[in-house]
């Protein structure tokens, strides 16, 4: 019953509304990025701080827009068009597949927390172990290739630091962020989770839960309805918690 609310819920809302809000997350990080890569860094403050984070957050929602493109959420009643999405949020995140992603976190939903699960490092909880053992599943020589192709390319017509600190510094650190907030807590603990997700959640607190990571942080709630977009998994947590 409460799937079908679910499903219900996520038919209420307009067909068109997922491309909106992808549209708002790419054109952002053209925008921003664009806007970083040309200012002179001799005259600038603290403030370079706020743009690192910034890029590094609008970074993650490229990353979400293209996991939500996988659930065929962001243009469901066109899947041709949420997948051509999806592989563009995929390559402007420093070259990703999206060919390779999409089955593999097909089967992070369907054996959670079990040697099948791609996303899984059963060998240790420790941090560092498991993010380095997520990258080697994820990241390949291609994709390192073209991202160095493409640097040397920008630089001769960007300067060099602009792009390392704007272009290079936040994708990788939204790669920790997706990690640690998508993967590493909610689905830490091999034997903590009494539930078919083998995940847990983040308490109730909308505005932390998009700032650490689109509201990915309810982690059970994406589980339990993952065709729901993440501008809309806040109403699956107040729904959860009655």
């Known amino acids: 019953m409460q799937s079908q609310r679910r499903n219900m819920d996520n038919q209420a809302y307009s067909p068109y509304a997922g491309i909106w809000v992808g549209?708002?997350?790419i054109s952002l990080w053209f925008l921003v990025l664009g806007y970083l890569l040309s200012v002179d860094l001799s005259e600038t403050g603290p403030w370079i701080y706020l743009g690192v984070l910034i890029q590094t957050h609008l970074y993650t929602g490229l990353f979400i827009t293209a996991h939500d493109a996988m659930h065929g959420s962001v243009f469901p009643s066109n899947l041709k068009m949420n997948h051509i999405i999806g592989r563009l949020c995929t390559t402007l995140f420093m070259?990703?597949?999206?060919?390779?992603?999409?089955?593999?976190?097909y089967l992070h939903h369907r054996f959670a927390g079990t040697d099948r699960d791609p996303d899984y490092f059963k060998k240790s909880a420790n941090f560092f172990r498991w993010y380095f053992d997520?990258?080697?599943e994820y990241v390949s020589i291609k994709q390192i290739i073209?991202?160095?192709?493409?640097f040397n390319v920008l630089k001769l017509f960007i300067p060099q630091t602009n792009l390392i600190i704007f272009w290079i510094i936040p994708s990788f650190l939204s790669t920790l962020q997706l990690f640690y907030f998508g993967t590493y807590v909610p689905h830490m603990g091999e034997h903590d989770?009494?539930?078919?997700?083998?995940s847990t959640t983040l308490p109730k607190?909308?505005?932390?839960?998009?700032?650490?990571?689109y509201f990915f942080g309810y982690h059970y709630e994406h589980?339990?309805?993952?065709?729901?977009?993440?501008?809309?998994?806040?109403r699956v947590k107040e729904e959860s918690i009655g």
């Open 205 to 213: 607190n909308h505005v932390w839960a998009f700032l650490s990571c």
């Open 134 to 136: 997520f990258l080697k």
């Open 223 to 234: 589980h339990d309805s993952p065709t729901t977009p993440w501008w809309r998994l806040w």
């Open 23 to 25: 549209f708002a997350v």
């Open 95 to 105: 070259f990703n597949s999206y060919k390779i992603l999409k089955p593999k976190h």
């Open 193 to 198: 989770h009494d539930n078919p997700h083998k």
């Open 146 to 150: 073209l991202a160095a192709i493409t």
